[in-house]
């Protein structure tokens, strides 16, 4: 038996917020969208592939000191592709955790830039190579399991 991620949901306070958030810096585009008395969703892809849902559904934003999930990544091809999306963050007014591109571990060839939503949700945007010489802010430990 063979597993694959099929699609994240993410809990949100605002989706009135949080959707422009992620097709901006994501290019997500809503594939279906729906509301209730007391809810909302959406759910966003890419070429007709869903990848995220938003479910307004929450009163607090996230908590890094429960259990549930850590951090969500994404990867991109090229260093030119994670140069746009920071740029995008940026422009957005977004902080990033580290300054610009950061190494998965001392001397690794992967690395990216790690940010959250507009919730706290920790997020990271990765290449798996083109890397090199970027710092590394943990050391030989993942980067990405220490923001």
């Not at 001397?107 to 010489?133: C, N, W, Y």
Request: charged share 20%; glycine share 14%.
């Amino acid at each position: 038996m063979k597993f694959t991620t099929g699609h994240i949901g993410l809990n949100v306070t605002d989706l009135d917020r949080s959707l422009p958030f992620y097709q901006r810096v994501f290019g997500f585009e809503a594939l279906a969208e729906g509301s209730g008395i007391d809810r909302r969703w959406v759910f966003l892809g890419q070429g007709g592939n869903l990848v995220l849902t938003l479910w307004q559904q929450s009163r607090d934003g996230f908590s890094a000191t429960t259990a549930g999930l850590h951090h969500l990544s994404f990867q991109v091809d090229t260093r030119d592709d994670l140069a746009a999306a920071e740029a995008i963050l940026r422009e957005l007014g977004t902080e990033l955790t580290y300054d610009g591109v950061v190494a998965h571990a001392d001397g690794a060839e992967s690395g990216g830039i790690f940010f959250t939503d507009p919730d706290g949700v920790r997020l990271e945007i990765f290449i798996p190579a083109g890397a090199e010489g970027a710092p590394a802010p943990a050391g030989e430990a993942p980067t990405c399991g220490f923001f």
